[in-house]
């Protein structure tokens, strides 16, 4: 009974996951005007959002699956965050829309960065929530996994800090910063101990 | 045969329920004027609407896996209601958006509040259906099993009939009152007993 | 091998079949103008557009695991055409929006029956292709099955025709013929070797 | 432990082939005017911009379980690879809409030849580095098959090439190019050692 829990929960969090990525070409609207062709390649900032906010939810996904797998049962309340942390990731498309359509406003990067913190939090109390003394998770895994784990997600509350500080002073900037965060860094840290 | 049935049931429902609920991001509008951030802020409605009706999908779709836990089987009449019963769910992101972009106007809430209320008269009747006389009901399953959920199940209905009422004479103490239900209550009693 | 191959296209159609239904919604646009409540009310159309869209594409997806439930092994023809019949489910949410705006034009409702008379086509070459002279099908389903599914998907045609026809003379009277074949006598048809 | 992330991969990815295919039908527009039958018969490029992608995201989600059958575990850099490839598919739906509104220009035909060929290219990628040295590749896997899929899947770049180039003088042939060769083509390359 449990593990079907636990299996429901990873099928219905994997369906968000991928339904979320793929609403984001919705974001993109059809340019207007004489050119069409100028106007294609001036959605740069869509572009841009749009490759970021994919490969986010890509590495949640995998850094969620990494949890699941450390996770010998679910209760209540692993349930009930769980729940706040797949509405979070199943809002990043709105943002994504705002930063495609004002990338050089402040408050849309400032708006894009602070979800992608919300939902790096709600990801720790998760986390920390099945940790804690090692209420949830299965005998077999090690202690030094535990640790390993904690402090590869930990690493994402500071970076979409610096994101949204650097999108105060250049929203460009921060954009820029959180597509390298996805593309170059986390990669590399969170998949480290699975290959 | 019978037990692909129900498992093939299980899968499109919940396909219906993870869309129903990342299709609920649609209802945002990017806002338009000088002051975007300002725009974004006075989206309240918008996030309320979408954090309520997320929450209810998820309490849903976790009382309908406690409803198919105690199912040995499924026949044509239980096939046909939960047809409908996913039918009224998959309709929730549209009062979502309504709501959404007229939280003052009484009959936003109503609509609201009365999709909300057709859909748990209709997860009633499924489960009634489904326990009358333990028509479909595994035999492992207790008969005080079966009263709990029942209990657990009927109460959603006098709470949605009052976010109505109150709708009528106050639009967002309405919204307000399903969102509070969704987060506070329900939560508690409809997971009682499964964690 | 092949049990692996008829699982997939199983799951991709399953897919297609949860999408397109839950992204009927979509259709639905929040009336503008000063009277919210006259204006959700006058939605009417929409409402029966997305309610026989629905349980139409409810019945099929049930039609489409009898079919798979007959079937041994796939092959290549076989996986051509239902990409085409899954190609026309996936294309229903449209004619639902056309009809939910124009119900009253006989190009909707033309262009609506004729979606799910092509659906109903396509489906009938699949099931024919299947079962001619056993080609795909199970050595355990007997005779008698195979004839019983033929003849009831068979229906389907002469039935759709007739909701065209009707929409040519009065597009509200096919619509509503649409309707009740789905929501009165289909159900009750194709769901008769199952329960 | 292997198979299971091998699992997820095919799951996630299959989830965004089916969504994305079935988003292809909101880049239909309900035609304005007075005349609503002629409105919906001249949305000609539509109907060919919609068969051609669905038909196109079909074979790659065909081809994608091909290399996936051949392969016996994942590791790090394959899974990024599938992320940027899925990111490419799912990206399918807007190049389609360009399509769907703009049919005779430039511009819109070599952005869709463009997003074909770029999820091609990265198809290729992914299935080199897998079968170099054969790194992840099964050991009952034959040489020859792994032979004859490479060269199955090589044919899709000169083929996409060329879809470009005509564009360049004709943006409707290219289209039409593209439609044949996902129609006509592929079909009976890529399925050639299934069956």
Chains 1, 2, 3, 4 share one sequence.
Not at 119 to 137: E, G
């Amino acid at each position: 009974v449990e593990n079907t829990s636990r299996h429901r929960l990873e099928t219905f969090s994997d369906g968000v996951f991928a339904i979320a990525a793929t609403l984001l070409v919705l974001g993109f609207t059809v340019p207007s005007g004489n050119d069409l062709g100028s106007g294609l390649l001036h959605l740069g900032p869509a572009y841009l959002a749009y490759v970021t906010s994919f490969l986010t939810i890509g590495i949640i996904w995998i850094n969620h699956h990494t949890v699941m797998d450390t996770i010998a049962r679910v209760d209540r309340t692993f349930l009930f965050v769980n729940m706040v942390f797949v509405l979070v990731v199943a809002f990043i498309p709105f943002p994504t829309r705002v930063v495609a359509e004002h990338l050089h406003e402040r408050a849309a990067v400032v708006m894009y960065g602070g979800t992608i913190l919300l939902m790096t939090l709600v990801f720790n109390v998760l986390w920390i929530y099945a940790c804690k003394d090692r209420r949830l998770i299965g005998a077999s895994v090690p202690d030094s996994s535990i640790r390993a784990i904690t402090q590869a997600f930990y690493v994402g509350i500071p970076l979409n800090c610096l994101v949204i500080l650097l999108a105060i002073f250049t929203p460009l900037g921060g954009m820029i910063l959180a597509f390298s965060i996805t593309a170059f860094y986390l990669p590399g840290v969170t998949l480290l101990d699975r290959s």
